[in-house]
């Protein structure tokens, strides 16, 4: 069992910046993708970054790219997402997750909510 636990989240005006931290701990593999996720109020659950633990190869989602970057620290096991020129839109809970890759996430954090005022 991997345990992660996100922190970070908080209130922002737009055009603003934040960072997420994601600490992994318990059976974590090297190989594992980590990804963020995120789910606005009426929205569906969707992705919005993922990296790979094993060749630092990275993915975005479209409406992120550019903004957002997410990185990792393997000796800590955490993982983070600078969020930069945050928009309204970008409102939503975050959840950190890890799987062997972004369509079979298996562990995920219990959420941290982002909100951007305008």
């Known amino acids: 069992q991997v345990q992660l636990v996100e922190s970070g989240g908080g209130l922002v005006q737009a055009g603003g910046s934040l960072r997420l931290s994601c600490a992994a701990s318990g059976r974590t593999f090297s190989s594992y993708t980590m990804g963020w996720f995120r789910q606005a109020p009426g929205k569906e659950h969707e992705f919005v970054a993922a990296?790979?633990?094993?060749?630092?190869?990275?993915s975005y989602a479209d409406s992120v790219k550019g903004r957002f970057t997410i990185s990792r620290d393997n000796a800590k096991n955490t993982v983070y997402l600078k969020m930069n020129s945050l928009k309204p839109e970008d409102t939503a809970v975050y959840y950190c997750?890890?799987?062997?890759?972004?369509?079979?996430?298996?562990?995920w954090g219990q959420g941290t909510q982002v909100t951007v005022s305008s």
């Open positions: 997750a890890a799987g062997v890759s972004i369509a079979a996430m298996g562990h």
């Open positions: 990296i790979s633990w094993s060749g630092g190869s990275t």
